[in-house]
């Protein structure tokens, strides 16, 4: 058994993952279900062999140090990958993402045109939001491949690590990849002024230095686009504020309310056809109401104002699964399940 072989079935059998672990098959998540592969359960050695397999020297050192490790892995012609090791129970096990050689389109994805709107924005903080497995990532991609393809500019991004490849159309593309190319977002986000760019790409906001460098880049006249691990737009204005020490929320409160354009929170739902994955999407957009309401942190409004914000382009995730559901691409149960407030759903 060889990892490129099962990288092949896992596009084979169009996988959005490849997990290999211990004391079970090698695992493929398929439309969002977890489904074995017909091999025999790997032992310990099974899946170190595996794994570092792939491994270069430097990520062997990095990994036996740290116990953890994040990077990409490109089979050329076939398809890229980003991979997660870390240990388990004193285990080597890998998780590893599929990232295809291809950039979709917003229109591909099913994002609602307003998306594409607050990704030509000429300056402001743009934010795409969702659980982990959710899209977010291609969804940035598709972002920065759109402006790459209709604006003059500089874009630049940090990754950790990179999946998608730009090549530079009308705009320059430059990618940086955490550990490879700058040792941490917040570092590389300390310097990114200095490098003259128009657009800037965080892959995460992760802590309270990369989220304040961001906020000031998006307030100093940059279009800022990243992602966050919050499952809507209030938990989104919350997660950001409450990060730093209340000493300084008022002014970021201020900060946020004025520099934020847009947050599109996400989920990848299991089509009723089973044929694939399609997206559902919350939309807020920041008009003045909406800037008030972050200035005096009263997020609890925040869905009334996306519910009566249409004519914005705004929408509730609960309009977006009935509309889905309308259109017969998902089940009702998938749409009742996933409905911020079921009882409220079903009168819709």
């Known amino acids: 058994m060889e990892i490129q072989?099962?990288?092949?079935?896992?596009?084979?059998?169009?996988?959005?993952?490849?997990?290999?672990?211990?004391?079970?098959?090698?695992?493929?998540?398929?439309?969002?279900?977890?489904?074995?592969?017909?091999?025999?359960?790997?032992?310990?050695?099974?899946?170190?062999?595996?794994?570092?397999?792939?491994?270069?020297?430097n990520q062997r050192i990095e990994?036996?140090?740290?116990?953890?490790l994040d990077f990409s892995l490109h089979l050329p012609g076939i398809s890229r990958f980003r991979v997660n090791v870390h240990r388990q129970k004193g285990n080597v096990e890998a998780s590893i993402r599929v990232v295809s050689l291809s950039i979709p389109?917003?229109?591909?994805?099913?994002?609602?045109?307003?998306?594409?709107?607050?990704?030509?924005?000429?300056?402001?903080?743009?934010?795409?939001?969702?659980?982990?497995?959710?899209?977010?990532?291609?969804?940035?991609?598709?972002?920065?491949?759109?402006?790459?393809?209709?604006?003059r500019c500089v874009i630049i991004s940090i990754e950790d690590p990179i999946e998608y490849l730009h090549k530079n159309k009308k705009s320059v593309v430059k990618q940086r990849e955490v550990r490879s190319d700058t040792h941490s977002f917040s570092q590389a986000l300390r310097r990114v002024l200095r490098q003259d760019p128009d657009v800037i790409c965080?892959?995460?906001?992760?802590?309270?230095e990369t989220i304040s460098t961001a906020l000031t880049a998006?307030?100093?006249?940059?279009?800022?686009?990243?992602t966050l691990h919050t499952p809507d737009a209030p938990q989104t204005i919350d997660r950001i504020i409450d990060v730093f020490?209340?000493?300084?929320?008022?002014?970021?409160?201020?900060?946020?309310?004025?520099?934020?354009?847009?947050i599109v929170a996400q989920l990848l739902l299991p089509r009723q056809d089973g044929k694939g994955r399609v997206l559902a999407t919350e939309i807020l957009i920041a008009n003045p109401g909406i800037r008030n309401v972050i200035k005096a942190h009263k997020t609890d409004q925040i869905p009334t104002l996306i519910q009566t914000g249409?004519?914005?382009?705004?929408?509730?995730?609960?309009?977006?699964?009935?509309?889905?559901?309308?259109?017969?691409?998902?089940?009702?149960?998938?749409?009742?399940?996933?409905?911020?407030?079921?009882?409220?759903?079903?009168?819709?």
């Open 5 to 57: 072989t099962l990288l092949k079935e896992t596009l084979k059998a169009g996988a959005s993952d490849l997990h290999i672990c211990v004391d079970s098959p090698p695992l493929l998540r398929v439309n969002g279900e977890i489904i074995p592969l017909k091999y025999p359960s790997l032992s310990s050695e099974n899946t170190r062999e595996l794994i570092y397999s792939v491994l270069t020297e």
């Open 63 to 68: 990994f036996e140090e740290n116990w953890e």
């Open 105 to 151: 389109s917003w229109k591909e994805l099913g994002l609602p045109p307003i998306v594409k709107d607050l990704a030509l924005k000429p300056n402001g903080l743009v934010i795409i939001t969702g659980p982990t497995g959710m899209g977010k990532t291609t969804t940035l991609a598709s972002l920065m491949d759109l402006i790459n393809s209709t604006k």
């Open 202 to 208: 965080i892959g995460e906001m992760r802590d309270l």
């Open 218 to 226: 998006a307030e100093t006249g940059h279009l800022v686009l990243t």
């Open 245 to 262: 020490p209340p000493h300084q929320q008022q002014e970021v409160k201020i900060q946020l309310a004025g520099c934020l354009q847009g």
């Open 310 to 348: 249409s004519q914005y382009g705004m929408q509730t995730m609960d309009k977006s699964l009935k509309e889905l559901y309308l259109k017969g691409l998902i089940t009702y149960e998938t749409a009742v399940s996933f409905a911020k407030n079921p009882a409220i759903f079903k009168n819709l």
